[in-house]
């Protein structure tokens, strides 16, 4: 596979709340040209991930998330990407069938199977959710979109082909990043579950809830990777709570466009705030664009 055809294939898989397909270009300009060790405790959807695996960026890399049933699948297209794509292959965009699979239990599945059921809920659910009831019950409703790409063999492939090799870790962003030891060569990429804006802004559905002790913490571990001279960038909202817990470290915010939301009218534009490990020096303002 040749870079260019490589860089079109590998693109994340998965559609997934809080994707950061529009800010991706500034956040590629903000990782350094070669990497060690590369850092994602909150995987998602894994779009800089795949941009970086497709640049050939970084040596090896350490990847995590929360919400088991995602790593599971992520850990099923590494390892069996064929099985993945045979049990996607004959499955049909129906009422009938998405609710069937919903039922499914996907702990009693095998891998491949499982990895299916989760992209094909993904494609075929409602706006792409994950959300999940009190007991534990993925309950998105049926998307009743035309014609979605259920399987796209070649992306998963390609998926498969950066995954080899990678370090899937399911748990808290702590311990993921427990499992190395880092320095100025590597990098890590944060993007939490955002800081609600509002008082009905949190997304609570997430496998795990994220709360303001979570940012706290988030916020004390930046902190060290910068006392440590780790490069390190992290996304969250554009907010005054955000703007404390980030005050004195390089701040920049940027519009982008939230695609997930119950109600269309709310899906405009919202301010982003990237965070940065280098130091602002005294008395200089850390909002607005990073030079």
Not at 135 to 145: A, E, Q, S, T
Not at 186 to 205: C, E, H, M, N, Q
């Amino acid at each position: 596979m040749s870079d260019s055809a490589g860089i079109v294939a590998l693109r994340p898989f998965l559609k997934w709340a809080g994707g950061k397909r529009q800010l991706l270009p500034r956040i590629l300009t903000l990782v350094p040209p070669r990497v060690r060790t590369y850092v994602e405790p909150f995987l998602g959807g894994g779009a800089l991930f795949f941009a970086l695996a497709a640049r050939r960026r970084f040596e090896r890399a350490v990847l995590g998330d929360f919400n088991g049933e995602l790593i599971s699948c992520y850990e099923a297209v590494r390892d069996d990407v064929e099985g993945v794509i045979a049990k996607l292959a004959g499955l049909r965009n129906t009422p009938d069938v998405y609710y069937e699979i919903r039922r499914q239990n996907p702990e009693r599945l095998k891998p491949a199977a499982r990895a299916a059921r989760l992209i094909y809920l993904n494609r075929c659910g409602y706006n792409g959710l994950y959300r999940v009831n009190r007991g534990g019950l993925f309950n998105v409703p049926f998307g009743r979109y035309a014609r979605p790409k259920i399987c796209d063999p070649e992306r998963l492939r390609a998926a498969s082909q950066a995954l080899a090799g990678v370090e899937l870790v399911q748990g808290d962003f702590a311990r993921v990043m427990a499992r190395r030891r880092l320095g100025a060569g590597d990098f890590v990429y944060l993007d939490p579950p955002y800081v609600p804006i509002s008082k009905t802004a949190s997304f609570t559905g997430y496998a795990g809830a994220f709360s303001m002790d979570d940012q706290e913490r988030l916020a004390e571990l930046l902190r060290r990777l910068a006392a440590k001279r780790v490069p390190a960038v992290l996304s969250n909202s554009d907010c005054a709570d955000t703007r404390r817990l980030y005050d004195g470290l390089a701040m920049e915010s940027l519009p982008a466009r939230r695609a997930i939301n119950s109600v269309a009218a709310r899906r405009g534009p919202v301010a982003e705030l990237l965070v940065q490990t280098r130091a602002v020096p005294p008395g200089a303002a850390c909002y607005g664009a990073a030079p």
